[in-house]
T-cell receptor
Framework: NAGVMQNPRHLVRRRGQEARLRCSPM?????VYWYRQLPEEGLKFMVY????????ESGMPKERFSAEFPKEGPSILRIQQVVRGDSAAYFC????????????FGSGTRLTVV | GENVEQHPSTLSVQEGDSAVIKCTYS??????FPWYKQELGKRPQLIIDIRSNVGEKKDQRIAVTLNKTAKHFSLHITETQPEDSAVYFC????????????FGKGNQVVVIP
């Protein structure tokens, strides 16, 4: 079992560019969560998705950020027109069901906006 | 929403001593409390969790206690080793929040050899 796979591990973008972060959940997991971690901070919930559905996006900024989890392929977190404040580690986690379970996190994507 | 706080922010212990990290939460409906360990530059890893129907859970050198009345839970690490040095995050979730975890800001634990 390869675990939760995220890529790229590191991503550098210039201000105004788009960032695309990918997450493949663990085999058999159909629930995906995205969290953002600023330096020396805890993880902040962004969005929860199931296949083809956004279940909870209460933590997503209203503008520039979007997420999807298509029927085929990985979940994508997309940040348009990046700004320096978007620089952070973005972690994806997956779980097997909707009940309260411990997550398995991926290794994260460290986004740096220059 | 849920608000989780951790204390202290940094904890230094001598190797072999015990470390205790305490978290408080605000939402009385929260019923699931995991702890994560994060080493520098790595992903958070689940090390232990507890549900609200039990007061204590132990796994080798790690234990977690929960006081629902006071709304706090603690991580206990006994016989600390250098490899225990990391940032530890507590979190909480409730049955109505889509398994959404509210994390504390983390505790840096430094084990001094």
């Amino acid at each position: 079992n390869a675990g939760v796979m995220q890529n790229p591990r590191h991503l550098v973008r210039r201000r105004g560019q788009e960032a695309r972060l990918r997450c493949s959940p663990m085999k058999g997991h159909s629930h995906v969560y995205w969290y953002r971690q600023l330096p020396e901070e805890g993880l902040k919930f962004m969005v929860y998705l199931q296949k083809e559905n956004i279940i909870d996006e209460s933590g997503m900024p209203k503008e520039r950020f979007s997420a999807e989890f298509p029927k085929e392929g990985p979940s994508i977190l997309r940040i348009q027109q990046v700004v320096r404040g978007d620089s952070a580690a973005y972690f994806c986690a997956s779980s097997p069901g909707a009940g309260n379970h411990g997550y398995t996190f991926g290794s994260g994507t460290r986004l740096t906006v220059v | 929403g849920e608000n989780v706080e951790q204390h202290p922010s940094t904890l230094s212990v001598q190797e072999g001593d015990s470390a205790v990290i305490k978290c408080t939460y605000s939402d009385s409906a929260s019923n699931y409390f995991p702890w994560y360990k994060q080493e520098l530059g790595k992903r958070p890893q689940l090390i232990i969790d507890i549900r609200s129907n039990v007061g204590e859970k132990k796994d080798q050198r790690i234990a977690v206690t929960l006081n629902k009345t006071a709304k706090h839970f603690s991580l206990h690490i006994t016989e600390t080793q250098p490899e225990d040095s990391a940032v530890y995050f507590c979190a909480a979730s409730n049955p109505y929040g889509n398994n959404r975890l509210a994390f504390g800001k983390g505790n840096q634990v430094v084990v001094i050899p």
